[in-house]
């Protein structure tokens, strides 16, 4: 089997994804777009949904964990009155009620929502069930038995209600939420059923919507280096960690997998750090009495 061809491109690039393509499709044409020899994504969204989405190149795939782990805020708009199979637009409308409550009623029932809470995943989820995917078997005619897992909330708060059918949100939250069973439990909750019509990622961890390349200026630019304007560098990923200087000596070192001494200590002992040399990635790891102990190694660029 032959090298992926492609060029040896390592960095962050932040799509303004559009509604209708999956993020799958997404990291495909950026990858094609910049003939870049590997890529990847720091979290899924739904096809439907829009906004940021942050893809990784070459190198910075290896700080996809440090971008997913951290905090994500969304914007979205519950349909009130309709509950669906998917908690969607999507999906098939299974429940209707005349109910709407007001707003005092729904900034009220917000509060139940944020702190660390369990969280129930949508039947139509990439969840697994007997190492099977929940929308396969919901698909298949099956009602999967999703367990509750937890999901830590930051802030969910009422934006706007446009008319009396429709409450848009803000919420910021950890690794594994699911908006979806956010509107549908809220819903639930209020008695008047609802589903997510709009949604919108706003902001990743470090990364946010200001400068986001268009989906479409990947057809315009197609393999230009006028494309690498947009590219971040993958240290971007990583400014929530100590960055810890080292020398030749010590890059080296890490390089090959053993600890290497650090010239910095904005660390505390046993802390995850980066070590750094001329400013770009040597290793991530753990800082211990004047070295970091690698965990994920990086070649020189």
Same mark, same amino acid.
């Not at 209708?20 to 094609?32: D, E, F, H, L, P």
């Not at 001329?278 to 040597?282: A, F, S, T």
């Given at each position: 089997m032959g090298r992926r061809k492609g060029r040896d491109i390592d960095g962050w690039l932040i799509v303004d994804? /559009?509604?209708?393509?999956?993020?799958?499709?997404?990291?495909?044409?950026?990858?094609?777009a910049f003939d870049a020899k590997k890529a990847g994504h720091a979290g =899924?969204? $739904?096809?439907?949904?829009?906004?940021l989405l942050a893809i990784a190149f070459g190198q910075a795939t290896k700080t996809v964990p440090y971008v997913q782990d951290e905090l994500k805020?969304?914007? *979205?708009?519950?349909?009130? !009155?309709?509950? =669906?199979?998917?908690?969607?637009?999507?999906?098939?409308?299974?429940e209707t009620t005349d109910l709407r409550p007001s707003d005092d009623a729904i900034t009220e029932a917000l509060a139940a929502y944020v702190g660390d809470i369990l969280q129930v995943p949508p039947k139509f989820s990439a969840v697994k069930i007997d190492g099977q995917r929940a929308y396969k078997l919901a698909r298949e005619g099956a009602d999967p038995d999703i367990a509750a897992r937890p999901l830590y909330v930051d802030?969910?708060? *009422?934006?706007?209600? /446009? $008319?009396?059918? @429709?409450?848009?949100? $803000?919420?910021?939250?950890?690794?594994? !939420?699911?908006?979806?069973?956010?509107?549908?439990?809220l !819903?639930?909750?209020?008695?008047?059923? #609802? @589903?997510?019509?709009?949604?919108?990622?706003?902001?990743? !961890? /470090? *990364?946010?919507?200001?400068?986001?390349i268009p989906f479409d200026l990947f057809d315009e630019e197609a393999k230009s280096p006028s494309l690498d304007r947009f590219l971040l560098p993958l240290e971007a990923a990583l400014s929530d960690l100590p960055e810890l200087r080292t020398t030749a000596e010590g890059a080296a070192k890490m390089r090959n997998g053993n600890p290497g001494m650090?010239?910095?200590a904005d660390a505390e002992y046993g802390d995850e750090?980066?070590?750094s040399l $001329? #400013?770009?990635?040597?290793a991530i790891g753990t800082y211990r009495a004047g070295e970091l102990h690698p965990a994920r190694v990086f070649a020189a660029r």
């Open positions: 994804k /559009p509604t209708g393509i999956t993020s799958s499709a997404v990291v495909n044409k950026a990858r094609w =899924t969204l $739904d096809p439907e949904a829009t906004g805020a969304y914007r *979205f708009t519950v349909r009130l !009155g309709q509950a =669906t199979n998917t908690d969607d637009a999507e999906g098939e409308v299974i802030e969910l708060s *009422f934006v706007s209600r /446009p $008319d009396e059918d @429709h409450v848009i949100l $803000d919420l910021v939250c950890g690794k594994g !939420g699911y908006v979806r069973a956010i509107a549908r439990d !819903g639930r909750d209020l008695g008047c059923c #609802g @589903h997510v019509i709009q949604l919108r990622r706003l902001w990743s !961890g /470090p *990364f946010e919507l200001d400068g986001a650090v010239l910095t750090a980066w070590a $001329d #400013g770009q990635v040597v």
